[in-house]
Structure formats: C-alpha cells, structure tokens
C-alpha cells in the first residue's frame, strides 16, 4: 500500500464528485493480421507485471487515498466491460480483444499521455518475445512529495504575482464558463502552423489560440496547459505523471505575432520551472475543479511506430473536463487537433475550428495580432458572483464547536472563525478530505465532497448537517 501522489489525489477527488468517463484514456489498436490471442493474453500478463500500478485500486484511509491491490488483476477479455471503473475493487485498466483489434481502456489515475507510448512499446516487445530494459525500484509518491515539498514557497512566491481566477471566456455564439467535467463533443482537423525562429510548432499555435480568444473579446487570456512532470528515473514507467497549470497572456492588438510569442514562451519557460507543484497548493483559494481553466490545451508527439500496427492515438471517450479542451497530436501526417467541447456551452466548434486555421495561415512574424483576426470590441468576462455565506450558528452550538476543533486540528492553526472560508485559510482538497474523514469517525457523520465546496464554512458545515 503507498499513498496517492498529489495528481492522483485531485483525480481522486474529482471522480467522487461524479466525473463521468471525463478520466477515462482510451487506446485502440488495430493489427494488420489478426494476432494470437495466447501470445497477446501473455503479453498483457507481462505488462501488468511491469508496471504493477496497473493492477492497483484506491482506498481512502482517513481522508487520503492510498493504492492498494486491485481484487482482481487486469487481464484479457474477449468481451469488453462497460460501465465507469469501480476505483475502490480495481483494476484501473481494461483489454479487450475484438477481431483485429486491441481496446485499451485506462484509468487517468494510473495513466497520462505517454504512458500510451510507453505501453504500446512494452506489450509489442512482450508480443514479440523481447524483453524491455529493467526499471529502477521507485517510491514515486515519497519522492514526488519531497520535490514539491523543496519547490513549495518558490512556488507560492511565482504565483502570487501572476495568478488571477480565470473567468468566463467570449466565443461566437456565447461563452465559456464550465470548469467541470460533464459529456463532450468532438471535432477533429489538421493544423499547419508556420515555422517560426526560436518557437516549437506547439508554442506557436498556443500563441495564435490566445491571439484568437483576444479577437474574440479577451482582454485577458488564460488557458490552462498539461505538462509532463516525469524525472529521467520515471522515464519508461506508466503512471499520471502530469500536472495542469494556467498560462495567462496579455495579447496587444498593436504587438506583432513573434514579439507576443517569444513573451509567450518566456512566460511558458518560467512556468515550467515549477510544473511538479499544483496549484492548489501555491495558491490560497482555488477549488477544487476538473479543469483549472475553461480552455485547456495539451500536446504530445505521436508514440512509437510498430510494423503491423495502426495505433489511434486521440480515440475520444465522450467527456471533456471544462468547456473546450484542444489535444493537439504531433505525428509523421502532421499536427491533428482534437476539439473536445461541452456542446451546451459551445454551439459552433467548427467556427472556432476555422478561425484557428485561418489564423495560422495569415501569420507572418512582423504582422500585428490585429492584423491575423478582426477584434472585437466585447467587455472581458467578468467573474462568478460570490457564494452567501451559510445560515448563522450560535456561538455556544456544541456541534459548532466540534467542527471548529476539527477544522483547527487538520488545519493547525487557530482559532478559525465559523464564517472563514476554508480555501482563503489555505485549505485544498487534501485537507477537505481529512476533516470529512474526522466528521465521520467522530460524529458519525457522512458529508458529501459537493456539500463541503458549495458550503466551505464551519456554519455552512453545520447547517448542511443539521438538514
């Protein structure tokens, strides 16, 4: 048993709440003749016992998540299970053998972008009798907690001058607010960016979506970007080794599209510096959310090539955490973009589909942004109106003071006032999950992960209970 790591623990959080198949990955391969399902059954076998998180379920102990042993190892199966993962039972990964081709279905708290890479490589040399280099024994959570432990107050430093909570997002036709996750629509199409001096093709259409948004109304632009946290020792390993943080720019319509890029970058540069720490924990107040922002965007290169088999590597699995997420796929055709939306929030995803192609065309690195996309004249979004405060609770509540000397213990300061809201005392989702677990062995109470954030107060505790 070994303690979740700090993504992990979000992810964790997030699927109590109801996240759908939001963190499901799914993995599709299909071979150019029909494989042994012996020697694939084996294959598997070998995988699971490579990267044995694989066969791992997750256990709440006193309000922090633990992996444990699944009650049943992955296998392969002939006929494929539906449904959302059991996290509690395991395992976190399935396979499933259709004709000629092999269904992947993993869990996003065992699994992230390259580790597609990573299992595709090791169940072909498994397949093909060959054997993978040895990985090294790693405590990848007690290592990742000591990293981020050492980066902490540099990180709160960071970003206590640039962080600011991102708010709603103008496109055509509406505008962008969720930052949950719910059922998505997809849009796929190819993009060519430019080649330009000192930028790498991902930096360049991240530049040219922020200078899209501006034209759409933005005056200030954040999306929210996956990076990989992986160290060299974790190189070949499957597991969720990424992190999402908020990129914010501040695109000038009189700038020129690679002066704004090169301060893209930097500002890119910088943030990678402290991609190991989540923001949640540099930053007093966030909440919990699917997606840090409305608009996120990841990129990857496709994985590796195998002689007789055709890997899809963007397969969609019908969610989208936030309202717009855009997977960008670097491969030997060129880039493919993943539209991933939430079609009550976004009507017309082939508009913006669209201008994010024609932009990309028109850039030339002496052009000013307002020059790539007529701009508009639209007021920034402005954010959510603030929560009320709970229902009062009289001072001398005895309950009220049970929950104080709760929140006072998991929180190790006092006194904390019965209207202070947990995130402004520094309080994340770890901390959220301990005082439940403390209010249910104490009081024999059960409060619900959504009844804690929509009511983040000691009075708002005590009136969710008393109903």
Request: charged share 25%.
């Amino acid at each position: 048993m070994t303690e979740a790591t700090f993504t992990q623990h979000g992810m964790w959080i997030m699927e109590t709440m109801g996240a759908g198949s939001a963190y499901h990955m799914p993995l599709t391969v299909r071979f150019a003749a029909p494989p042994d399902p012996e020697r694939l059954a084996a294959a598997v076998t070998r995988l699971v016992e490579r990267h044995p998180l694989l066969a791992c379920a997750v256990e709440e102990r006193s309000g922090v998540p633990h992996l444990i042993p699944a009650a049943l190892r992955p296998a392969l199966d002939a006929q494929p299970v539906d449904g959302p993962f059991d996290l509690e039972k395991g395992p976190l990964i399935r396979f499933t053998l259709a004709g000629d081709r092999l269904l992947v279905l993993a869990h996003h708290l065992v699994f992230d972008g390259q580790s597609k890479d990573v299992l595709v490589a090791d169940l072909a040399a498994f397949y093909e009798g060959r054997e993978p280099g040895p990985l090294q024994a790693l405590d990848v959570a007690a290592d990742q907690r000591e990293r981020v432990a050492a980066q902490l107050e540099d990180a709160k430093a960071f970003w206590s001058a640039r962080w600011r909570e991102p708010g709603e997002v103008a496109v055509p036709g509406g505008r962008l607010r969720s930052r949950r996750a719910s059922e998505g629509g997809v849009l796929e199409f190819t993009l060519e960016p430019p080649e330009l001096p000192g930028l790498t093709r991902f930096e360049v259409v991240l530049a040219a979506l922020h200078t899209l948004l501006r034209s759409y109304g933005n005056e200030h632009v954040v999306t929210a970007v996956d990076l990989s946290t992986r160290t060299p020792a974790e190189t070949g390993r499957i597991g969720a080794f990424v992190n999402e943080v908020p990129v914010f720019g501040e695109p000038s319509p009189d700038a020129s599209f690679a002066d704004f890029a090169a301060a893209l970058r930097a500002e890119l540069r910088l943030v990678y510096g402290y991609r190991e720490v989540p923001v949640a924990r540099a930053v007093p107040g966030i909440r919990p959310h699917a997606a840090l922002a409305p608009v996120s965007v990841s990129y990857r290169k496709a994985g590796p090539e195998i002689p007789g088999w055709q890997v899809e590597w963007l397969a969609f699995n019908q969610a989208v955490r936030g309202a717009l997420q855009l997977q960008l796929l670097d491969g030997p055709g060129g880039l493919t973009a993943s539209l991933r939306h939430d079609p009550q929030e976004l009507p017309d995803p082939g508009r913006v589909a669209a201008d994010l192609q024609a932009l990309l065309a028109r850039i030339e690195p002496g052009r000013s942004l307002k020059d790539l996309a007529p701009f508009h004249d639209l007021a920034a979004a402005t954010p959510e109106a603030s929560r009320q405060e709970a229902a009062e609770a009289a001072p001398d509540d005895p309950l009220l003071a049970e929950i104080t000397a709760i929140w006072e213990e998991v929180l190790k300061f006092s006194p904390v006032e019965p209207h202070d809201d947990i995130f402004d005392l520094g309080g994340h989702s770890l901390t959220i999950t301990q005082i439940i677990a403390r209010i249910r062995k104490r009081l024999g109470v059960e409060i619900e992960l959504d009844d804690f954030f929509d009511n983040p107060t000691i009075a708002g505790l005590v009136e969710v209970m008393r109903r």
